[in-house]
């Protein structure tokens, strides 16, 4: 059985206060790397808060953790952030692009702010986060773009998260192709249906159907993703590229 180590590592997850992006930034710092955990500082304070508590939580894991808040919609936010992991850290070895938001609605019934709110964070979000990470990222580093197999069935009521999904996995094409010379890999994965907060925003009867579709009869488990992204940025996947993960469950 492989066990991956990240010590020396610099890891950062985008989005990973809470849900997904917070069992994948766990699942690092259990393989002993340094954690630069990412909120956005919402109104609420809840994402703050939830983010101190998980640096509570992986702390106590005897590993390095560092807070930083930064809206991924906002170029300029993001291009500061990673100035400042450059000058606090010397650069970065792992980039998680997780950070995002559901708006579920019908073409008919979805506003243009709902349509905007997911393009921005979703895919805005990643193309930033890639653009400005990829200058300090070392030679050699990893990204590990979050899509969804949304963007590649494309589910009812998803219009605006399909399309940034689907972007996000081109743009994981390209990015393979640009990077390819500093040996700097790009991968996706492409969770299905994963027990996070986010699902419950999805009607019960939506999840109903859903659930019903899944050929293991259940809806997967952040710690399933989490290993998954592990591997694409272990050197154990040094030759793996451009590619997508579906995590489903059997699901397509």
Known sequence: MIQFNFQQKTVLVTGSSRGMGAAILEAFARAGATCLLHYFNDTSGQNRHDAEQLAAKLTALKVPVHLYDADVRKADEIQSLMQKVQANHGGLDVLVNNAG??????????????????????LDGVFYCSKFGADVLRDGGRVVNIASISGVVGFHGQA????AKAGVIALTKVLAKELARRNITVNAVAPGVI????????KPEVMNYYQQQI???RVGRPEEVAVAVLFLASEEASYITGATLPITGGWF
């Open 195 to 202: 027990q996070t907060p986010m699902i419950g925003e999805i």
């Open 160 to 163: 605006n998260y399909a399309s």
């Open 101 to 122: 938001v559901i708006r579920d609605r019908t073409v008919k019934k979805m506003t243009l702010e709902e349509w905007h709110a997911v393009i921005q964070t979703n």
């Open 215 to 217: 050929p293991l009869g």
